[in-house]
């Protein structure tokens, strides 16, 4: 199928690499460079500038925003945190057999960002980059809300909670006890009972103990 290009899209992009490599610039700079008649780079510009994606100074001088300082940051975080996270989902897997997923909070909602799947054919697979709320009834939902609340969870369960057939167990990802996500498992409950689940309760601590030492 043919992926669908959306051409408004395409040039906002356009406009903040440029902005990107040449930062102050003039409006007529940005019309020449990109090809773009003012009418239609105004319309985008001002759109990303109300987003917060673009400042304009008290002349007509345009320049990245605090938006895109705010997106860098995040992935800054996201890949170092799924590089030190991966080996120990990896780890995970591979004692329970299970999907083993990383999360990171982002407001009130929590984000799939890295996962290790089960090679079982019946297996819990989220799909990456899904958002979920943190008030949810997932295992993960469970520890993100009790961290909000100051409760410090030290893990939690979704036994059927969510999707009948499938239990997870979830654990704060702490390090000089600040949290920087949730790493959760998940299967079926005919393979993911309870006693499996505290015997992974039990190996992540083990695993956490020689990483965060």
């Known amino acids: 199928m043919e992926k669908k290009f959306i051409q408004s899209l395409g040039r906002a992009i356009d406009i903040l690499e ?24 105004h319309s985008l510009i001002s759109t990303l500038e109300q987003l917060g994606y673009v400042e304009r100074g008290d002349t007509p001088i345009y320049s ?3 938006k895109v300082f705010q997106l860098g940051k995040v992935y800054e975080r996201d890949f170092e945190i799924k590089k030190l996270i ?12 299970e999907t083993t ?18 090679k079982n054919n019946l297996k819990l697979d989220p799909e990456l980059g899904i958002e979920e709320s943190i008030y949810s009834k997932s295992a993960i939902g469970k520890i993100y809300k009790s961290f909000s609340n ?13 999707e009948i057939g499938m239990n ?19 299967g079926p409950s005919s393979r993911l009972n309870l006693e499996k689940m ?7 601590y083990e695993i956490s103990s020689r990483v965060f030492k």
């Open 18 to 41: 440029y902005l990107a490599l040449n930062p102050k610039a003039r409006l007529q700079d940005i019309s020449s460079s990109l090809n773009l008649n003012k009418s239609t780079l």
């Open 101 to 118: 997923y990383l999360t990171l909070q982002i407001g009130s909602s929590y984000i799939y960002v890295d996962k290790s799947e089960s």
């Open 64 to 66: 990245l925003g605090v």
């Open 198 to 204: 505290m015997k992974c309760k039990e190996k992540y």
């Open 150 to 162: 100051n409760e410090f969870l030290e893990f939690a369960l979704d036994l059927e909670e969510i």
């Open 86 to 97: 991966n080996p120990i989902l990896k780890e995970l897997t591979e004692f329970s057999s």
């Open 168 to 186: 997870c167990i979830a654990f704060p990802i702490l390090k000089n006890n600040k949290l920087l996500g949730v790493i959760g498992i998940g």
